[in-house]
């Protein structure tokens, strides 16, 4: 049956429909009574459930929209104080208490009568999370929320002045595709020079978050943060072994063709040198891609686009379109990136993002609403809980969605040469990502096993690991003082350390539906689908092969992937 993009806000039966998330004592009393409940049968244990899980869709959702509005406004100090409130004084008040429900329902003797579908992959969250708690840990997790954010409060007020005119960063990088090679190297410099302003601080803070991190892992019984974050993210299924046999098929398969692609940069651009700042130029005879012109036309054509995959995929953006849950184009005091945050009560997520009118910003647009289209398929399943599914699998639905909709690019288009230059491009970045993804997991291996580093000595370790999956097809020199904190610009390393090689993992996985789509797209979609609607229900491998897919990131699987991508791609640039 097709999905329906019709969403409503989950009804309450626990909670007053008009209850609002003031602070803890307005919350204190649902969770007194589910603690002090009996659960006599199945019944009752079911209804329990269903309870627990309203009150904790109705938290993250209170959660989520704190840290939206505070990242469409990081200036805004009643936001910052309002994010900062929940994260200190509301969240360390539930995490004893959601331990002691965590133990509450363990315990329970009809909890052994669940059904193994869909209950296995819950319960052992569960299990995993009682593991894990720890009441001196809840203070230190409190001021990590609130640091955090700190990265995006420095970021934010991020720019540079080109031609008189002041840009945030990501504005700036719409002159990085001059004509002009000059402008595209001094604006390069100019934002290079303006993160180096902020080293420093970042420095500090990120200090300040490894310290706190290791010893939240010292407090849970683990020698280093790593090996915590690893079962805290509920890695059931693979290890840091996988992570690094990830990075070996990465240096051994993909670099090789990372070099091509830049050589074929480099020769038509007719350059002998090809440097950073040319990454984006096209030759003096072709202009810029210009797919769209502002936010409002971003989405008009990604919705367009979507249409034409699957009507259903752009329904969800139209229902989005409609309750306000977009934030598209950047400015001046707002976070930098992009994240879909899906909205537990409501359904339909919000996207946030900072456009400026490039191509990577439909990417960026599309990748986002592979993920809004998961939040919408898994909104359905009965329990909040069951909604929370595996990262990896959240950045196939996000990656797959990239590649399925190249065929609908006409819509960014009018000619054919800038639609095959758009398809390109998207393939490439396909290639291109993966040493940047090997780089910063492999780096924070090195950081969390070595957490008392000094700055310089951290700096040193990440131009190590960088050169380790560096082209040769690029020259950077003279560029050390930018490469040795260029590692300060990836948000993950601050706000979500470890959630980074799920891209690569994912990746993999979206090459994997892309291929199946060339040779069947309603295979491919209904699969795709299949696998979202799932939720956390499955298990990371199962989820995969409901999706048509192999779970497996060995050299070897690599290598025929990437292979299929570059015969794909050097039939576009031919």
């Not at 969240?91 to 959601?98: G, H, Y």
């Not at 440097?275 to 012109?293: G, I, K, Q, S, Y």
């Not at 929370?388 to 819509?411: G, N, Q, R």
Request: proline share 5%.
């Amino acid at each position: 049956m097709q999905p329906t993009a019709h969403i409503e806000k989950t009804p309450r039966h626990f909670l007053p429909a008009t209850f609002v998330v003031v602070n803890w004592e307005s919350l204190e009393p649902f969770f007194t009574e589910l603690l002090q409940r009996p659960l006599s049968n199945a019944q009752q244990l079911q209804q329990w459930l269903a309870d627990s899980s309203e009150l904790e869709a109705a938290i993250s959702e209170d959660a989520c929209w704190r840290q939206i509005r505070m990242t469409c406004d990081t200036e805004n100090k009643a936001l910052e104080e309002a994010f900062n409130d929940f994260v200190t004084n509301i969240q360390p008040k539930i995490q004893p208490v959601a331990d002691a429900l965590n133990r509450k329902l363990l315990a329970c003797p009809f909890t052994a009568e669940l059904p193994k579908q869909p209950y296995f992959t819950y319960l052992r969250t569960v299990q995993k999370n009682i593991d894990l708690f720890r009441e001196a840990n809840i203070p230190l997790q409190a001021e990590l929320g609130v640091l955090g954010q700190h990265f995006g409060q420095i970021t934010g007020r991020m720019t540079i002045t080109h031609k008189g005119e002041e840009y945030t960063l990501q504005q700036a990088a719409k002159f990085l595709e001059s004509k002009d090679r000059s402008e595209r190297e001094a604006v390069y410099h100019a934002i290079q020079q303006r993160r180096l302003q902020d080293a420093e601080a970042l420095d500090l803070l990120f200090d300040k978050l490894v310290a706190l991190r290791q010893q939240v892992a010292q407090n849970a019984g683990f020698s280093n943060y790593r090996d915590y974050k690893f079962v805290e993210l509920g890695r059931f299924d693979y290890d840091k072994t996988a992570c690094y046999q990830f990075h070996e098929g990465v240096k051994q398969h993909v670099l090789p063709l990372v070099n091509r692609i830049y050589e074929h940069k480099a020769a038509k651009l007719e350059l002998e040198t090809l440097r950073p700042w040319d990454l984006e130029a096209e030759p003096a005879n072709v202009a810029p891609l210009r797919p769209f012109t502002n936010g409002a036309d971003l989405l008009e054509k990604s919705t367009a686009c979507l249409q034409k995959l699957n009507p259903f995929f752009a329904e969800c953006f139209r229902t989005m379109e409609k309750m306000g849950h977009f934030d598209l184009e950047s400015r001046k005091g707002k976070a930098p990136g992009g994240y879909n945050c899906p909205l537990a009560e409501s359904g339909a997520p919000f996207i946030f993002m900072n456009a400026a009118g490039q191509m990577a910003d439909v990417t960026t647009m599309l990748h986002e609403g592979g993920h809004a289209v998961h939040s919408f398929l898994a909104h359905p399943l009965p329990l909040a809980a069951f909604k929370e599914y595996p990262m990896e699998i959240a950045e196939v639905a996000s990656m797959a969605m990239e590649l399925f909709t190249m065929d609908y690019f006409d819509v960014f288009f009018d000619n054919e040469a800038d639609l095959k230059r758009a398809k390109a491009h998207q393939l490439e970045r396909a290639i291109t990502i993966f040493p940047w993804i090997a780089t910063i997991d492999k780096f924070q291996h090195w950081v969390y096993e070595n957490p008392t580093a000094s700055a310089e000595a951290r700096s040193a370790a990440w131009v190590q690991t960088l050169g380790e999956f560096s082209t040769t097809a690029l020259d950077t020199s003279g560029l050390e003082p930018y490469r040795q904190r260029s590692w300060q610009r990836q948000l993950h390393l601050f706000e979500v350390p470890f959630y980074y090689i799920e891209y690569g993992i994912a990746q993999l996985g979206a090459i994997g539906l892309w291929m199946q789509y060339r040779k069947n797209p309603e295979v491919a979609i209904n699969n795709y689908m299949t696998a979202l609607s799932m939720g956390g229900t499955q298990t990371l491998p199962q989820l995969f092969e409901a999706a048509g897919l192999r779970f497996d990131f060995s050299p070897e699987h690599i290598k025929t992937l990437a292979d299929y991508v570059t015969q794909e791609l050097e039939q576009l640039l031919n």
